[in-house]
């Protein structure tokens, strides 16, 4: 029996039905990987603009609209939320946000930002008891052979960033408390990030000290990495 041609394979049923698949699980990676860089992109607007806006907005008489936004993005958050204990630390927040843009719109509004950093604080402490450390999860993923020495020094690391945090959730509140708007605003947009990188410069430096013999990824390779496997990773910490 002569074996059917390769035209005849391609025009069978099954072919189709396999390359439809192939299509449209194409697609969906393409798609889900542009929402996620729009998601990202929005998240950054968000956060490098906020403090203008506020600044902005008690002129205007709009200081309100600040806290009611992230109150629905909390509660946005708390419908997609995976456990019910961060659903509902979320509503709390999102109501308490709420009566906040009502009652003390000026301190809520620049209070968020406290708000912001103690929930990156949590998230990277609680990694440290609940591990593996956070660091660690991104550092397995460049690579898959663990090097000897590298989950002590991710351990350190996570501790690093979640102090950090902690410091500029303090600073934050004591400039919303008692500095001016203008210091405020300065801390939060500009001294806040500048600060950020410096540590993320500095620790990639320091760690070609650290780990002389290691073929370390390029800066470029290591934030695809984070930003494709970021909410992942995100994910599998709330469900600790």
């Known amino acids: 029996m002569a074996c059917e041609s390769v035209p005849a394979m391609i025009a069978t049923p099954r072919y189709f039905h396999r390359y439809g698949r192939f299509l449209i699980l194409s697609r969906q990676t ?12 929005l998240v950054s ?4 603009g906020y403090p ?4 902005q907005s008690r002129e205007s008489g709009l200081i309100w609209l600040a806290p009611v936004i992230f109150s629905g993005i909390y509660i ?10 961060t659903r509902l630390l979320k509503l709390i927040i999102a109501v308490g946000l709420l009566i906040g843009a009502v009652f003390l719109q000026t301190l809520t509004a ?5 708000l912001i950093q103690l929930v990156f604080m949590f998230f990277f402490g609680r990694t440290l008891y609940k591990g593996p450390p956070l660091i660690e999860s991104f550092v397995r993923l460049e690579f898959p052979e663990f090097p000897p020495g590298i989950d002590r020094y991710c351990w350190q690391l996570t501790i690093m960033w979640t102090v950090f945090f902690g410091f500029n959730a303090l600073m934050c509140a004591g400039l919303a408390l008692w500095a001016s708007d ?8 500009i001294l806040i990030f500048f600060m950020t990188g410096i540590l993320m410069v500095g620790e990639y430096i320091y760690r070609h000290f650290r780990f002389p013999n290691l073929d370390i990824p390029k800066p470029a390779s ?3 990495t984070m930003v494709s496997n970021g909410q992942k990773i995100w994910l599998e910490v709330q469900a600790r």
Do not use: C, D, E, H
């Not at 203008?182 to 947009?189: G, K």
């Open 222 to 224: 290591t934030i695809k």
């Open 182 to 189: 203008a210091w405020w605003a300065l801390y939060n947009s």
């Open 30 to 41: 393409v798609a889900n990987k542009v929402l996620l860089i729009v998601r990202i992109a």
């Open 110 to 114: 620049k209070l968020l930002p406290v």
């Open 76 to 85: 946005y958050q708390a419908l997609s939320s995976p456990t019910t204990q």
């Open 52 to 55: 203008y806006l506020v600044y």
């Open 45 to 48: 607007v968000i956060f490098v």
